[in-house]
């Protein structure tokens, strides 16, 4: 077995942990294989291994990927969510190569993935990035934004609003973890009341998975517990 394969079963033994202690369904939380910077033969070990939904933060190093395993037998199948700051400039790419976009923070970015989106590809699933920590550093917004920013996308046709993401500030506390995670879930579940087709709420990463999902977590969003270590020289950074 390689490395890899016991990394993606140790994920998925957590995630049920998870799920099991909180009376959650462990089918309920998707694995988002995080494979930025790592080079197309570690994501084919996780391919092997049962992984189909995979998560890129560089667009051009995303594309290169989507557009090697399309190319293969074993990438049929294969879901590609883009999970990193979206510049207006890189738009056109993300629209006409990723299912997802994780990202949405502004609507002139919505605007234009949805007049890029290729009319003979299915809508774009977009999730509104929320800034849960107020960091300066960090893209998104705040929570008093989300009404008014979810009714712009609705609108757009080529777009369906899916859900909400974010990318909490690094806390080793487990209560307070489960707080800011609470804070995220009251505004997703405030948001499925508006948009039923809304489904998806991406939170927890490798330090933080399972208050995640013990705070309603659908999506978590793990790279490093699979690949290992990541090396940014190595990365295309676009």
Known sequence: ????????????????????????????VTLLAVSKTKPVE???????????????????????KIQYFAQRPEGAGLEWHFIGPLQSNKSKLVAEHFAWCHTLDRQRIAQRLNDQRPAEMPPLNVLIQINISDEQSKSGIVISELPMLAAAVATLPNLTLRGLMAIPA???????????????????????????????????MTDDMPAAI??????VRIGTAIFGARDYSASTNK
Request: with cysteine; glycine share 6%; hydrophobic share 40%.
């Open 42 to 64: 570690a994501i084919a070990e996780a391919i092997a291994a049962g992984q189909r939904a995979f998560g890129e933060n560089y667009v051009q190093e995303g594309v290169d």
């Open 214 to 219: 013990v705070a309603g977590s659908t999506m």
């Open 170 to 204: 690094p806390e080793s506390d487990y209560q307070r973890q489960l707080a800011v995670f609470g804070q995220m879930n009251d505004a997703f579940q405030a948001l499925k009341q508006r948009y039923p087709q809304v489904d998806t709420l991406s939170i927890g």
């Open 1 to 28: 077995m390689s490395t890899i394969q016991q990394n993606l079963q140790d994920v998925r033994s957590r995630i049920d942990a998870a799920a099991q202690s909180c009376a959650r369904i462990p089918e309920d």
